[in-house]
């Protein structure tokens, strides 16, 4: 493929590339919304535990935040599925996706807010109380490298202008 081939990308309508990048949009959803299904059941299971009791304030607190930021995320990942649904036949479908990215985007970000809150939670509570900021920051470092900084990275790298 020439260069010139590749810069002028795929011959498709807006339909036709909003068809494509819907099915696209759903596979990645699909991924996240499993894991954010995953984890939101467990810690929906936590407060059930006997040794919730013993929990203090502040891992309460975190706990809560944890699990609000868990539902948050699931919803956000879960509602491009509603969209579609209400979207469909419309013939709104470039307008939808555009919307559908936008809170997958969201969804992501809850689902980072959300595993950083729980891994401060279970890290606290495994070690008794002790300072874990540097763990828990050097996690999300990597979460952001691996979600938005490499293929913000590859964006600009690959993209012609």
Request: with cysteine; hydrophobic share 45%.
């Amino acid at each position: 493929m020439t260069d010139q081939e590749r810069r002028q990308g795929r011959d498709e309508s807006e339909e036709e590339r909003a068809d494509r990048m819907w099915g696209d949009l759903i596979q990645e959803v699909r991924v996240a919304q499993t894991g954010v299904q995953i984890l939101f059941g467990f810690l929906l299971t936590v407060v059930f535990q006997q040794k919730y009791a013993d929990l203090s304030d502040v891992d309460r607190t975190i706990y809560i935040v944890t699990v609000v930021l868990g539902a948050a995320a699931t919803g956000a990942l879960i509602g491009p599925v509603s969209l579609h649904r209400l979207l469909a036949g419309r013939r709104v479908k470039p307008q939808a996706v555009r919307l559908a990215s936008r809170l997958t985007q969201t969804g992501l970000f809850l689902l980072l807010t959300t595993m950083a809150s729980a891994l401060v939670l279970i890290l606290r509570v495994a070690t008794g109380g002790s300072d874990v900021t540097w763990v828990v920051a050097a996690v999300v470092a990597w979460y952001l490298v691996c979600w938005y900084g490499l293929p913000l990275w590859s964006r600009h790298r690959h993209t012609t202008r």
